[in-house]
């Protein structure tokens, strides 16, 4: 069977910020919590990363705040010091706002889709894979209207554990 694309339903929308503390305290006051945070790129436990092609490698740095609003994840992410080039760069040119959409997909569908999107001129400008096996790929933005398109490839035992945490949809 040929599984289908994943991109009619968002699990989350990938938001920078330039005061992680600050946009928190506002998305509170409009209900919106509670928040897990970390620190992108240090073992923490879930989000150990196996290696990282993507947004300057292994070595940068982010802090970053999850929440679940409705049925959508909102990732909020603060590159304090100039340690995640990729959202230091949105700020930049765009300042605060949506960055990237993350989707969920099976295995099957991931790597289904990164050819599909291949085949049409649509190509991945990163990969990510976590010590857990969660696998990542990010879809070019110069050809999705500026916005980061994300796979995340999650291993079904790896639901229950993000399911536990309140951030899968």
Same mark, same amino acid.
């Given at each position: 069977m040929i599984p289908k694309l994943p991109f009619e339903h968002i699990a989350h929308l990938g938001w920078a910020v330039k005061d992680i503390d600050e946009t928190i305290k506002n998305f509170e006051l409009m209900g919106i919590g509670p928040w897990r945070r970390y620190i992108l790129g240090e073992n923490d436990g879930g989000h150990d990363f196996a290696f990282r092609e993507y947004a300057g490698g292994m070595e940068n740095r982010c802090k970053v705040a999850l929440a679940k609003a409705g049925n959508?994840? #909102?990732?909020? +992410?603060d590159p304090t010091g100039g340690q995640f080039p990729i959202v230091e760069n %949105?700020?930049?040119?765009? /300042? $605060? /706002? #949506? !960055?990237? +959409? /993350? %989707?969920?997909? &099976?295995?099957?569908? %991931? @790597? !289904? &889709? #990164?050819?599909?999107? $291949?085949?049409v001129g649509i190509n991945v400008i990163g990969h990510s894979e976590y010590k857990n096996g969660v696998r990542m790929a990010f879809l070019d933005p110069a050809k999705t209207g500026g916005i980061v398109f994300q796979l995340h490839d999650?291993?079904?035992?790896?639901? @229950?554990?993000? @399911? &536990?945490m309140g951030i899968m949809v």
């Open positions: 959508i994840v #909102i990732e909020l +992410f %949105y700020l930049a040119n765009h /300042g $605060e /706002g #949506i !960055w990237h +959409f /993350g %989707y969920s997909v &099976t295995r099957e569908q %991931y @790597d !289904w &889709t #990164i050819k599909e999107m $291949e085949k999650c291993p079904p035992e790896m639901e @229950d554990f993000f @399911d &536990t």
